[in-house]
């Protein structure tokens, strides 16, 4: 007849000992866990910070114009610098500069002298180019992207 021995049982402190280990290393785990959870969503929230873009300048040659007479014949003595976002559109402005120029022309040569005298005048005269300048050139092709117009000389006589 075998007799069994009944199994070694641990004693009451050593068990309390191993279940504060578990424990001690379950509650770590977690901590960590939640601080790597943290620490990603901070850095998706973060903004990207990209690198700013170089502006692209082109100058136009400066241009004389006759302006609307008014019972005086006035002229408007110009040279403009357009901003673009891309070499792209440099491209294209580049490529119709032609057609750049005469819409340049008629936008500046339609304005009465004493429209264009006090700078928000001359900001608003800007804005209409822009917005002239912006229209395609041809029917399929994409419309400019000028940021800005800006006079680099302005003389009005």
Known sequence: MATSTPPAKLPKSRKRLVLLIVLVTLVTLAAAGAA??????????????????????????????????????????????????????????????PEVRSRLLTALSNRAGESLVTPEER?????????TLNQPFVANLPSLRISSVMFTTFMLQ
């Open 123 to 131: 900001a608003q005269l800007a804005a209409d180019i822009m917005t």
């Open 36 to 97: 790597f959870y943290l620490a990603s969503k901070r850095k998706e929230a973060a903004p990207v910070a990209t690198a700013p873009v170089d502006p692209i300048f082109i100058a136009l040659e400066p241009m004389t114009v006759n302006l609307q007479p008014n019972g005086r014949s006035r002229f408007l003595h110009v040279a403009v610098t357009l901003k673009v976002p891309d070499v792209k559109s440099q491209a294209l402005v580049t490529q119709y500069l």
